[in-house]
């Protein structure tokens, strides 16, 4: 039997401090095989040094010590497979945020060099079939493609046809702070009966202003610069915003190239009347 190592010694071989062991025991992550009665003095055994030092490593990568505990619990290559899917993430989440320094930097100094064609065009009213929920932005992706699965099965049940680009309309501001409303919306004919969360308005007629972004640019912060774009349009114009801006999906997004137009950034607008 290997002799066991005092929490000093293990320290020493794991390089981690004894304020971490006893944090990694309250968690359950890293039990000392015994506990003196008296002085409270720690023991370890060899075989726990490679999972003190793994639990080191993972803590570098800013992992949750409860992550970091559901990843040792797996066999090897579970977990390294695991690990691999987390780091992905982390480096979508950390190639977002390097594109949304570029865009506040831009936005700081006015040097956005990007040029945008803003064209206008009348909508005539619509019947949509349309779902709203108030939700913040890591729930938004998940949000418009559950809504649009369910109104386009619940309009194909019906033999309802679609009669127009699915649309989004936000409401109010979506951020990790704002929680919108957004309302995701399917123009159609014909007669369909609500159901559920699924309800049925008329979108009013309106003219709006809209510049085309690519597929690639369908992603924040990227879209960002095409809603600066329309605004700043409407305020070089003098025009005002009557319904709330939106997202027109005139494109399968799954089947889209990254480079193929895909959305129209619009802005509802009229023209204000002079009081006198």
Same mark, same amino acid.
């Given at each position: 039997?290997? !002799?066991?190592? @005092? ?9 981690? @401090? ?72 982390? !480096? ?14 831009? /936005? ?66 979506? @951020? ?25 308005? /008329? ?30 349009? /409407? ?7 009557? /319904? ?33």
């Amino acid at each position: 039997m290997d !002799e066991l190592m @005092s929490s000093g010694a293990f320290t020493a071989r794991t390089r981690l @401090s004894r304020k971490a062991l006893r944090l990694y025991d309250e968690q359950g992550l890293l039990r000392p095989v015994g506990v003196d009665p008296r002085t409270g003095y720690r023991s370890y055994a060899p075989q726990q040094v490679r999972r003190a030092r793994l639990i080191g490593l993972l803590r570098r990568l800013d992992l949750p010590l409860g992550q970091i505990h559901v990843l040792l619990d797996l066999d090897p290559d579970t977990a390294a497979k695991a690990l691999g899917e987390t780091w992905r993430t982390a !480096e979508d989440t950390h190639a977002e945020r390097r594109r949304l320094v570029r865009y506040l930097q831009d /936005l700081l100094t006015g040097k956005d060099h990007a040029v945008y064609d803003i064209q206008t065009r009348d909508v005539p009213e619509q019947k949509v079939l349309s779902t709203q929920r108030n939700l913040t932005a890591g729930d938004l992706p998940g949000f418009i493609d559950q809504a649009y699965s369910r109104m386009f099965a619940h309009l194909h049940a019906a033999g309802v046809p679609i009669s127009g680009a699915p649309f989004v309309v936000y409401h109010g501001e979506v @951020s990790e702070d704002s929680d919108g409303p957004v309302e995701a919306c399917v123009p159609f004919t014909g007669t369909v009966e609500p159901a559920g969360a699924l309800g049925v308005r /008329l979108e009013p007629a309106h003219t709006e202003a809209y510049t085309r972004i690519p597929k690639r640019q369908v992603q924040f912060p990227d879209i960002l610069r095409a809603y600066d774009a329309v605004s700043d349009w /409407l305020q070089h114009h003098g025009e005002r915003l009557t /319904l709330p801006p939106r997202e027109v999906y005139f494109t399968d997004m799954t089947t889209a190239a990254d480079n193929d137009p895909a959305a129209d950034i619009a802005f509802p607008y009229a023209t204000p009347t002079s009081e006198h």
